[in-house]
């Protein structure tokens, strides 16, 4: 059983800051990309930024210059750095992961967090 779990969303004025944190436990032997998504009402999900286990990163457009996104190995997490906060980035935040299990090392399967909400007041 694999889990992710997610921390860190709350309410913040625009042009402030939040730090989500998304921490993977249980039957894990490989973490590959991790990612945040996130989904606005009326709006499909979309990709807010990826980092392989190599370190290679993409931003969507919208949060380039503005969003960090960094994991911890040792302690399987992945975060994401939200600076300069506009209400557009108001949404829920889904952290995402590609992991293999102790009980099938070889397959990667894609887990979700729950979800934390996010809300930029102008």
């Known amino acids: 059983q694999v889990q992710l779990v997610e921390s860190g969303g709350g309410l913040v004025q625009a042009g402030g800051s939040l730090r989500l944190s998304c921490a993977a436990s249980g039957s894990i032997f490989r973490i590959n990309n991790m990612g945040w998504y996130r989904q606005a009402p009326g709006k499909q999900r979309e990709l807010v930024a990826v980092i392989t286990s190599g370190g290679s990163i993409n931003y969507a457009n919208s949060v380039k210059g503005r969003f960090t996104i960094s994991r911890d190995n040792a302690k399987n997490t992945v975060y994401l750095q939200m600076n300069s906060l506009k209400p557009e980035d108001t949404a829920v935040y889904y952290c995402?992961?590609?992991?293999?299990?102790?009980?099938?090392?070889?397959?990667?399967?894609?887990?979700w967090g729950q979800g934390t909400q996010v809300t930029v007041s102008s």
């Open positions: 995402n992961a590609a992991i293999s299990t102790i009980q099938a090392m070889g397959v990667m399967s894609a887990y």
